[in-house]
């Protein structure tokens, strides 16, 4: 289509072309007939059309020819279409003109047609076209030809729109038509009343020169939609180039085409562009239209920066239009804020606008100087004599309005200005106020998304002469609007409807999602609709005497108050607590409930305790804005300065208070009061006997009240916290207990199970706490607490063991699990189990007599462990043993007839496997044996002694005489065990360190043995090293394992027992 | 011959006619005037109208190589003009009087700006 020949001469003859045309006919068709210039102005297009109908001439000859008649033909046709109707020029009405056209001139329309269907032959005219280039008459014909085309493509437009909308263009068509009509009368008339010369000019000034006032009479009649894009146009691909680039890679390719302008390979597109920017999601591509791919290739080829053989892609016909679609940048107004992009030094700080230029393009700004006055002046040569880059900023100076003192002090040469307007010259800047004003252009300030802070804008208006604060709400307004950070809106929200489609609609926000709100409109005819619409053009809305608070962006925050006038957006209230107006945007307003103020005042915010004099606290219920109102803790409330309040009581978590009923309440506790209004309330706080507490059911006083703690009762204590245990955990906070758990039974529980915890997977009842009662089955455990899946809710809570009790799965019936587990594992469970408690017994009796002499011959690996009742590992063992064993010898005793056991038969081999078993294991095999073998090793001879005699005191009348003792009376033997239990008195160590007693002994033994005996035990257990234990064992445990061996059990047996075990045996026998 | 292009370094000089939106910098705009506009807008050696009718600040280059065929220069109203380089959008506003002896010339402005251009 687009013919090389056509362009050439078109483009270069374009005006002498326009000018022809119309010219002659214009001239010789009316001199006087000032109307029907009038039309032919008006109607130029339809010129072209005429042209276009007559244009599809086979060769030049026969051009010429057609084109005197067309201009013979043309006055007549002219007037006939006025006749007619005014309107045909439109180009969108050309095809009635068509017709008109196909009517008067037959001959041509049937070269016409042959044209429409031989594109062929058209070409080849073309080629005849471009043989005559060089003719005059040809540029003239050419344009016709080109007329044709570009009239053709209009009328394709047209029939593609037409499709779309045949009404429009019909009704538009009428419209303008009568609109013509009345305008060409009001002319007629003012042109008539002018005298000649003057229409003279008029004429001459407006036909003068025509060709720019033709294009505009073309722009200003076709809307848009009519020249949205079709197949036929050229179409626009998007090839990738280097960012930042854009504009450079137009201009060259306007070079290219300019320099192949005329020559064989002219560049075959049509035009292109670019809309890079810094922020534009366009960047990075230019824009290239033509008919063909591979005219971009061409057009493009070895342009710098652009990359068409990489990544080229075709825009959609109906994105076309978007790749142009301008967005006007909103206009500025003095008072608006910016920011300062331009001079480094100020480069985001926000600026006010002072003045615009007319045109927009300057505006006259202030803001706060950065001014060092010269202290960080560096010389403008570096050391290296290089001259610093400029526009590197090193640190800049801070912000500080301009001193005109200062400014004198360094600088007195480069200061002018006038003090009584306080407007200054300093260094070629401008000053005034102490601001500096500077013209900037708007390219160099950020307009969208200021948000200055109000910290910024006071900034400026407490620069005021006379100190007022005169901030310009409407300018804050205007920049805040267009600032990105979007007006929170929340359901429940009254929202007006101010600006696009929905304008005017007014509803209640339903919904928020990111930008799209949800109304659901409460007036006008749209009532009961729900409708989205974009967070944009929304505003918040407010009667007149509506209570409102303000939330935010201006200094007024907090202020709550009645609307009394409405203004756009912008909503005066008066406030509640100064009585004053205030004015504010309503995106900043929020309906009041009428609870208490939120926020803070200084240090002190809602809720918080004060204390108001030596005796007196109170919880603040409610902020004003200098004032706070204090519930004391005697229930009165009283409005108070800041500067009344001593100081701010810090809330104290662990404060803790008695209940009623000396359950222990803390913070966060919901409590009733027992008696009177019977309210209740989460304590928020406690402060000595008072409580001060929070509820949600009523609104007074924010709903703080204050009582005293003995007269409440817990309702829920936080967290399940076991209400009944009254104090702290002393024991965890002992450290001796927790070095020494000997000494407090609940931790025996820990060396005693070994392998998963039995608790695991048992049922369980909680018995006490918010779960109180519930069943459930053990799912994890640490050391106290356990993890319960209850029952009834599914879900699994923490709870300490103490608080369970374990039952049957079967039954129902309350099990103790360690014993279950002896039950449970049969041999294995009850051996383990039995092992560990009787085994001690035993041991413990056997320690409590035979300590020295056991302690000496086990000194390697036991000593330690005996010395260290308090940390060894046995320790607990031991006196678990001893003492654990009460209890389960009590209990298990009728267990054991019942279950386990009860299949042996009698308890006394339950004993036998219990405390026999681990005894012999204890002292002959189990872990002692390492240290009977180190001795046997050492003592080849010895050990049979000491088997011989371990017996003794394994077996030792005693420990067995009472044993079954135990077994036999089961109250007896409950008490028995304490015997060991007393044995157990840590003393056992102690009796063994009461080393005076082997001391005694070793001394009437041989003087040189004994003496290194005491030694090594003090070292044994001095040390309490296992390192160190050894070496005395080594030596030890010859020496006394000798006196010890034959002599001691049997000599000392009543004498050593009796201060160890003397008390316990005695109880027992 | 490539009397519209202007090398990387000469374009900070470029103004937009913000009648027409054409592209050129400031000296040809005094030397040659607006090649659409200078009817009306008379900017030929006139400094000040050139200040008051074209503008520094537009976006987006468009080069047109061909007015009559190309569709991005119908829908910027380009088509009938001389082709060269023309700008998307221009920033700015025409002074008033100008405005009115745009009127008055019977030619209707669109102002480039962005201001006018979704109304139809």
């Given at each position: 289509?687009?013919?090389?020949?056509?362009?050439?001469?078109?483009?270069g003859?374009?005006?002498?072309?326009?000018?022809?045309?119309?010219?002659?006919?214009?001239?010789?068709?009316?001199?006087?007939?000032?109307?029907?210039?009038?039309h032919?102005?008006n109607?130029?297009?339809?010129?072209?059309?005429?042209r276009?109908?007559?244009?599809?001439?086979p060769?030049?000859?026969?051009?010429?020819?057609?084109?005197?008649?067309?201009?013979?033909?043309?006055?007549?046709?002219?007037?006939?279409?006025?006749?007619?109707?005014?309107?045909?020029?439109?180009?969108?009405?050309?095809?009635?003109?068509?017709?008109?056209?196909?009517?008067?001139?037959e001959?041509?329309?049937?070269?016409?047609?042959?044209?429409?269907?031989?594109?062929?032959?058209?070409?080849?005219?073309?080629?005849?076209?471009?043989?005559?280039?060089?003719?005059?008459?040809?540029a003239?014909?050419?344009?016709?030809?080109?007329?044709?085309?570009?009239?053709g493509?209009?009328?394709?437009?047209?029939?593609?729109?037409?499709?779309?909308?045949?009404?429009?263009?019909?009704?538009?068509?009428?419209?303008?038509?009568?609109?013509?009509?009345?305008?060409l009368?009001r002319r007629?008339?003012?042109e008539?009343?002018?005298?000649?010369?003057?229409?003279?000019?008029?004429?001459?000034?407006?036909?003068?020169?025509?060709?720019?006032?033709?294009?505009?009479?073309?722009?200003?009649?076709?809307?848009?939609?009519?020249?949205?894009?079709?197949?036929?146009?050229?179409?626009?691909?998007?090839?990738?180039?280097?960012?930042?680039?854009?504009?450079?890679?137009?201009?060259?390719?306007?070079?290219?085409?300019?320099?192949?302008?005329?020559?064989?390979?002219?560049?075959?597109?049509?035009?292109?562009?670019?809309?890079?920017?810094?922020?534009?999601?366009?960047?990075?591509?230019?824009?290239?239209?033509?008919q063909?791919?591979?005219?971009?290739?061409?057009?493009?080829?070895?342009?710098?920066?652009?990359?068409?053989?990489?990544?080229?892609?075709l825009?959609?016909?109906?994105?076309?239009?978007?790749?142009?679609?301008?967005?006007?940048?909103?206009?500025?107004?003095?008072?608006?804020?910016?920011?300062?992009?331009?001079?480094?030094?100020?480069?985001?700080?926000?600026?006010?606008?002072?003045?615009?230029t007319?045109?927009?393009?300057?505006?006259?700004?202030?803001?706060?100087?950065r001014?060092?006055?010269?202290v960080r002046?560096?010389?403008?040569?570096?050391?290296?004599?290089?001259?610093?880059?400029?526009?590197?900023?090193?640190?800049?100076?801070?912000?500080?309005?301009?001193?005109?003192?200062?400014?004198?002090?360094?600088?007195?040469?480069?200061?002018?200005?006038?003090?009584?307007?306080?407007?200054?010259?300093?260094?070629?800047?401008?000053?005034?106020?102490?601001?500096?004003?500077?013209?900037?252009?708007?390219?160099q300030?950020?307009?969208?998304?200021?948000?200055?802070?109000?910290?910024?804008?006071?900034?400026?208006?407490?620069?005021?002469?006379?100190?007022?604060e005169?901030?310009?709400?409407?300018?804050?307004?205007?920049?805040?609007?267009?600032?990105?950070?979007?007006?929170?809106?929340?359901?429940?929200?009254?929202?007006?409807?101010?600006?696009?489609?929905?304008?005017?609609?007014?509803?209640k926000?339903?919904?928020?999602?990111?930008?799209?709100?949800?109304?659901?409109?409460?007036?006008?005819?749209?009532?009961?609709?729900?409708?989205?619409?974009?967070?944009?053009?929304?505003r918040?809305?407010?009667?007149?005497?509506?209570?409102?608070?303000?939330?935010?962006?201006?200094?007024?925050?907090?202020?709550?108050?009645?609307?009394?006038k409405?203004?756009?957006?912008?909503?005066?209230?008066?406030?509640?607590?100064?009585n004053?107006?205030?004015?504010?945007?309503?995106?900043?307003?929020?309906?009041a409930?009428d609870?208490?103020?939120?926020?803070?005042?200084?240090q002190y915010s809602?809720?918080?305790?004060?204390?108001?004099?030596?005796?007196?606290?109170?919880?603040?219920v409610?902020?004003?804005r200098?004032?706070?109102?204090?519930?004391?803790?005697?229930?009165d409330?009283?409005?108070?300065?800041?500067s009344?309040?001593?100081?701010?009581?810090?809330?104290r978590?662990?404060?803790?208070?008695?209940?009623?009923?000396?359950?222990?309440?803390?913070?966060?506790?919901?409590?009733?009061?027992?008696?009177?209004?019977?309210?209740?309330?989460?304590?928020?706080?406690?402060?000595?006997?008072?409580i001060?507490?929070?509820?949600?059911?009523?609104?007074?006083?924010?709903?703080?009240?204050?009582?005293?703690?003995?007269?409440v009762?817990?309702?829920?204590?936080?967290?399940?916290?076991?209400?009944?245990t009254?104090?702290?955990?002393?024991?965890?906070?002992?450290?001796?207990l927790?070095?020494?758990?000997?000494?407090?039974?609940?931790?025996?529980?820990?060396?005693?199970?070994?392998?998963?915890?039995?608790?695991?997977?048992?049922?369980?009842?909680?018995?006490?706490?918010?779960?109180?009662?519930?069943?459930?089955?053990v799912?994890?455990?640490?050391?106290?607490?356990?993890?319960?899946?209850?029952?009834?809710?599914?879900?699994i809570?923490?709870?300490?063991k103490?608080?369970?009790?374990?039952?049957?799965?079967?039954?129902?019936?309350?099990?103790?699990?360690?014993?279950?587990?002896?039950?449970?594992?049969?041999?294995?469970?009850?051996?383990?189990?039995?092992?560990?408690?009787?085994?001690?017994?035993?041991?413990?009796?056997?320690?409590?007599?035979?300590?020295?002499?056991?302690?000496s011959s086990?000194?390697?690996?036991?000593?330690?462990?005996?010395?260290?009742?308090?940390?060894?590992?046995?320790?607990?063992?031991?006196?678990?043993?001893?003492?654990?064993?009460?209890?389960?010898?009590?209990?298990?005793?009728?267990?054991?007839?019942?279950?386990?056991?009860?299949?042996?038969?009698?308890?006394?081999?339950?004993?036998?496997?219990?405390?026999?078993t681990?005894?012999?294991?204890?002292?002959?095999h189990?872990?002692?044996?390492?240290?009977?073998?180190?001795?046997?090793?050492?003592?080849?001879?010895?050990?049979?002694?000491y088997?011989?005699?371990?017996?003794t005191p394994?077996?030792?009348?005693?420990?067995w005489?009472?044993?079954?003792?135990?077994?036999?009376?089961?109250?007896?033997?409950?008490?028995?065990?304490?015997?060991?239990?007393?044995g157990?008195?840590?003393?056992?160590?102690g009796?063994?360190l009461?080393a005076?007693?082997?001391?005694a002994?070793?001394?009437?033994?041989?003087?040189?043995v004994?003496?290194?005996?005491?030694?090594?035990?003090q070292?044994?257990?001095?040390?309490?090293?296992?390192?160190?234990?050894?070496?005395?064992?080594?030596?030890?445990?010859?020496?006394?394992a000798?006196?010890?061996?034959a002599?001691?059990?049997?000599?000392?047996?009543?004498a050593a027992?009796?201060?160890?075990?003397?008390?316990?045996?005695?109880?027992?026998? | 011959?490539?009397?519209?292009?202007?090398?990387?370094?000469?374009?900070?000089?470029?103004?937009?006619?913000?009648?027409?939106?054409?592209?050129?910098?400031?000296?040809?705009?005094?030397?040659?005037?607006?090649?659409?506009?200078?009817?009306?807008?008379?900017?030929?050696?006139?400094p000040?109208?050139?200040?008051?009718c074209?503008?520094?600040?537009?976006e987006?280059?468009?080069?047109?190589?061909?007015?009559?065929?190309?569709?991005?220069?119908?829908?910027?109203?380009?088509?009938?003009?001389?082709?060269?380089?023309?700008?998307?959008?221009?920033?700015?506003?025409?002074?008033?009087?100008?405005?009115?002896?745009?009127?008055?010339?019977?030619?209707?402005?669109?102002?480039?700006?962005?201001?006018?251009?979704?109304?139809?």
């Amino acid at each position: 289509m687009a013919s090389n020949s056509w362009q050439f001469a078109g483009d270069g003859d374009e005006s002498d072309d326009d000018n022809f045309n119309p010219a002659p006919a214009d001239m010789s068709d009316d001199e006087n007939n000032d109307n029907d210039e009038e039309h032919n102005h008006n109607h130029r297009p339809a010129g072209k059309t005429v042209r276009q109908a007559s244009s599809p001439v086979p060769d030049e000859e026969e051009e010429e020819e057609e084109h005197d008649e067309e201009e013979d033909a043309r006055p007549a046709k002219r007037s006939r279409r006025d006749d007619h109707d005014e309107d045909e020029d439109e180009e969108q009405d050309e095809e009635e003109n068509e017709e008109i056209d196909e009517e008067e001139e037959e001959e041509e329309e049937d070269e016409e047609d042959e044209d429409d269907v031989h594109g062929g032959n058209r070409r080849k005219r073309r080629n005849k076209d471009r043989r005559a280039a060089f003719f005059d008459i040809e540029a003239e014909v050419d344009d016709e030809d080109e007329g044709e085309d570009e009239v053709g493509d209009g009328e394709e437009i047209e029939d593609f729109i037409d499709n779309a909308h045949p009404d429009d263009i019909a009704d538009s068509g009428r419209l303008n038509d009568d609109r013509r009509h009345r305008e060409l009368d009001r002319r007629r008339e003012m042109e008539a009343s002018l005298d000649a010369e003057k229409q003279a000019e008029i004429l001459r000034e407006r036909y003068g020169k025509r060709a720019p006032a033709r294009g505009y009479g073309d722009m200003a009649i076709v809307p848009r939609r009519l020249l949205l894009p079709s197949v036929e146009d050229p179409s626009i691909w998007a090839v990738r180039c280097k960012e930042g680039k854009e504009r450079e890679v137009i201009f060259s390719i306007m070079r290219r085409i300019e320099e192949r302008m005329g020559t064989k390979n002219e560049v075959p597109i049509t035009a292109a562009f670019e809309r890079g920017g810094v922020n534009s999601v366009m960047k990075g591509y230019i824009y290239v239209e033509a008919q063909r791919q591979n005219d971009i290739l061409v057009a493009l080829d070895g342009i710098l920066n652009v990359y068409p053989r990489s990544n080229m892609h075709l825009v959609e016909i109906k994105d076309m239009p978007d790749l142009l679609r301008v967005i006007k940048t909103p206009n500025l107004e003095p008072g608006a804020w910016v920011r300062l992009k331009k001079p480094a030094k100020h480069a985001g700080d926000l600026a006010q606008v002072i003045d615009v230029t007319e045109n927009g393009l300057e505006a006259r700004v202030r803001f706060i100087p950065r001014l060092d006055y010269g202290v960080r002046d560096d010389p403008v040569f570096q050391a290296d004599g290089k001259r610093k880059r400029p526009g590197v900023p090193g640190p800049r100076p801070p912000q500080r309005l301009f001193s005109e003192a200062e400014a004198r002090k360094r600088h007195p040469r480069h200061l002018q200005g006038n003090p009584q307007t306080n407007s200054w010259n300093y260094n070629g800047d401008d000053f005034e106020n102490g601001f500096q004003v500077k013209d900037i252009k708007i390219q160099q300030l950020e307009v969208k998304n200021v948000n200055p802070s109000l910290e910024e804008v006071t900034k400026f208006a407490s620069g005021a002469e006379d100190g007022t604060e005169n901030l310009d709400l409407k300018a804050l307004a205007a920049t805040l609007k267009d600032s990105a950070k979007s007006v929170a809106y929340v359901p429940g929200d009254i929202i007006e409807v101010y600006e696009g489609e929905q304008q005017g609609v007014i509803g209640k926000a339903t919904n928020v999602q990111g930008d799209i709100v949800t109304l659901q409109v409460t007036e006008g005819d749209l009532a009961g609709r729900t409708i989205d619409v974009p967070n944009k053009g929304l505003r918040k809305r407010f009667r007149i005497g509506d209570h409102v608070k303000v939330i935010g962006g201006s200094r007024f925050r907090d202020e709550v108050g009645m609307v009394v006038k409405i203004v756009d957006d912008r909503v005066t209230l008066l406030t509640d607590q100064t009585n004053t107006e205030i004015t504010v945007f309503s995106k900043d307003l929020r309906e009041a409930s009428d609870i208490g103020g939120q926020g803070s005042l200084g240090q002190y915010s809602l809720l918080d305790l004060v204390q108001l004099d030596a005796t007196t606290v109170g919880c603040i219920v409610k902020v004003d804005r200098e004032s706070v109102v204090v519930l004391d803790q005697n229930g009165d409330t009283k409005q108070v300065q800041p500067s009344q309040i001593t100081n701010k009581l810090p809330k104290r978590k662990f404060a803790v208070a008695a209940d009623r009923n000396g359950s222990e309440i803390r913070l966060d506790d919901v409590v009733r009061e027992y008696g009177g209004q019977q309210r209740q309330g989460k304590i928020i706080h406690v402060h000595r006997s008072y409580i001060f507490l929070h509820t949600t059911t009523t609104n007074e006083n924010a709903g703080v009240f204050v009582t005293r703690a003995n007269g409440v009762t817990t309702v829920a204590a936080k967290g399940g916290r076991n209400t009944a245990t009254a104090g702290p955990d002393l024991s965890s906070m002992n450290p001796a207990l927790k070095r020494n758990p000997a000494a407090n039974g609940k931790q025996m529980a820990a060396p005693r199970t070994f392998g998963p915890d039995r608790a695991i997977n048992q049922t369980v009842v909680i018995r006490r706490g918010g779960h109180k009662g519930l069943l459930g089955i053990v799912k994890d455990t640490t050391d106290t607490h356990a993890r319960v899946e209850l029952h009834s809710k599914g879900k699994i809570i923490t709870i300490p063991k103490a608080d369970l009790s374990f039952k049957d799965k079967i039954t129902g019936k309350t099990i103790d699990i360690n014993q279950r587990g002896g039950s449970r594992g049969g041999f294995g469970g009850g051996g383990r189990g039995g092992g560990e408690f009787g085994s001690r017994t035993p041991m413990a009796s056997g320690g409590s007599d035979r300590t020295p002499a056991w302690g000496s011959s086990r000194s390697t690996a036991r000593t330690p462990a005996w010395n260290r009742d308090a940390g060894g590992s046995r320790t607990p063992a031991w006196n678990d043993g001893s003492r654990t064993v009460n209890p389960y010898d009590g209990s298990r005793t009728p267990y054991g007839g019942a279950t386990a056991y009860g299949g042996i038969g009698s308890r006394t081999p339950a004993w036998h496997s219990g405390s026999r078993t681990p005894a012999p294991d204890g002292f002959g095999h189990g872990s002692k044996t390492p240290a009977w073998s180190a001795g046997s090793d050492s003592w080849g001879s010895k050990t049979p002694g000491y088997g011989a005699s371990a017996p003794t005191p394994g077996a030792s009348g005693d420990a067995w005489g009472y044993t079954p003792g135990a077994g036999g009376g089961n109250s007896s033997s409950a008490y028995d065990a304490p015997t060991p239990g007393g044995g157990l008195s840590a003393p056992t160590p102690g009796a063994a360190l009461n080393a005076p007693t082997p001391g005694a002994y070793s001394a009437p033994t041989p003087a040189p043995v004994s003496a290194p005996t005491p030694g090594a035990w003090q070292g044994g257990w001095g040390s309490g090293d296992a390192v160190s234990a050894p070496t005395p064992g080594a030596l030890g445990a010859p020496t006394p394992a000798a006196y010890y061996s034959a002599p001691t059990p049997a000599a000392y047996g009543g004498a050593a027992e009796t201060p160890g075990g003397a008390p316990g045996y005695a109880d027992d026998d | 011959m490539s009397e519209n292009y202007v090398a990387p370094g000469q374009q900070r000089y470029l103004r937009a006619c913000m009648v027409c939106s054409i592209v050129m910098t400031y000296a040809r705009f005094r030397d040659e005037g607006c090649p659409n506009c200078e009817d009306f807008l008379h900017l030929q050696g006139s400094p000040d109208q050139i200040d008051s009718c074209t503008s520094q600040v537009f976006e987006g280059i468009i080069t047109i190589a061909n007015p009559q065929r190309s569709w991005v220069a119908k829908w910027q109203r380009l088509d009938g003009y001389v082709k060269g380089v023309y700008a998307t959008k221009v920033s700015g506003q025409l002074p008033d009087d100008v405005r009115t002896t745009l009127e008055d010339d019977g030619i209707q402005y669109i102002p480039r700006d962005g201001s006018a251009t979704e109304a139809d």
